[in-house]
């Protein structure tokens, strides 16, 4: 279904395509994009390989540095056999959509919040601190500001690799801070 709708949405427009339009082109009733996805907004903003890589991180970053579990977890992300051509394509193609469309852009940023939060609780558990503790959503909010950097310097090239290197270029950064 997103692949389709990201077809649909290139082809046409964001804001000329609906979800009865995506329905149709997926053969599916429109109830279930809506059970599955929630939004029009969410279908282009929902990526497992974020969610793998958010996992990753919080995993990772119980004894490390959270900017070291970060490189980890793209590195293994990058590497990882289970992740196809055709989910990197479509994550590239869902983050030009995403800085294209004002609409998206402001979903986006709602959606970081809450990931934010949520990574930044998942983090402080792994490391025994209250699930509040503002520390570590400093750290997480500075993390996640770098990605997003890094996301708009790869979309040109937009290749894992690419991805990859201005990820770690963005990290290293935050040390010079």
Same mark, same amino acid.
């Given at each position: 279904?997103?692949?389709?709708?990201?077809?649909? #949405?290139?082809?046409?427009?964001?804001?000329?395509?609906?979800?009865?339009?995506?329905?149709? /082109?997926?053969?599916?009733?429109? @109830?279930?994009?809506?059970?599955?996805?929630?939004?029009?907004?969410?279908?282009?903003?929902?990526?497992?390989?974020?969610?793998? *890589? /958010?996992?990753?991180?919080?995993?990772?970053?119980?004894?490390?540095?959270? @900017?070291?579990?970060? @490189? =980890? &977890?793209?590195?293994?992300?990058?590497?990882?056999?289970?992740?196809?051509?055709?989910?990197?394509?479509?994550? #590239?193609?869902?983050?030009?959509?995403?800085? @294209?469309?004002? &609409?998206?852009? *402001?979903?986006?940023?709602? *959606?970081?919040?809450? +990931?934010?939060?949520?990574? &930044?609780?998942?983090?402080?558990?792994?490391?025994?601190?209250?699930?509040?503790?503002?520390?570590?959503? *400093?750290?997480?909010?500075?993390?996640?500001?770098?990605?997003?950097? &890094?996301?708009?310097?790869? =979309?040109?090239?937009?290749?894992?690799?690419?991805?990859?290197?201005?990820?770690?270029?963005? +990290?290293?950064?935050?040390?010079?801070?």
């Amino acid at each position: 279904m997103q692949s389709i709708a990201l077809d649909l #949405f290139e082809q046409r427009g964001y804001d000329r395509v609906s979800v009865a339009d995506i329905a149709r /082109g997926a053969e599916v009733a429109e @109830r279930t994009i809506y059970r599955h996805f929630g939004t029009k907004e969410r279908l282009v903003l929902l990526d497992e390989l974020d969610e793998m *890589a /958010g996992a990753q991180i919080a995993r990772l970053a119980a004894d490390r540095d959270l @900017r070291e579990a970060t @490189r =980890l &977890a793209v590195r293994g992300l990058r590497q990882s056999p289970e992740v196809t051509p055709q989910q990197w394509a479509d994550s #590239f193609r869902r983050l030009r959509l995403i800085y @294209r469309e004002p &609409a998206l852009r *402001a979903a986006m940023a709602s *959606a970081m919040d809450t +990931l934010t939060a949520e990574l &930044a609780r998942a983090v402080a558990v792994e490391r025994g601190l209250a699930r509040d503790d503002r520390p570590t959503h *400093a750290g997480v909010a500075a993390v996640f500001a770098s990605l997003e950097v &890094a996301c708009q310097g790869a =979309l040109d090239e937009a290749t894992p690799e690419a991805l990859e290197r201005e990820i770690l270029l963005c +990290l290293d950064a935050l040390d010079r801070f």
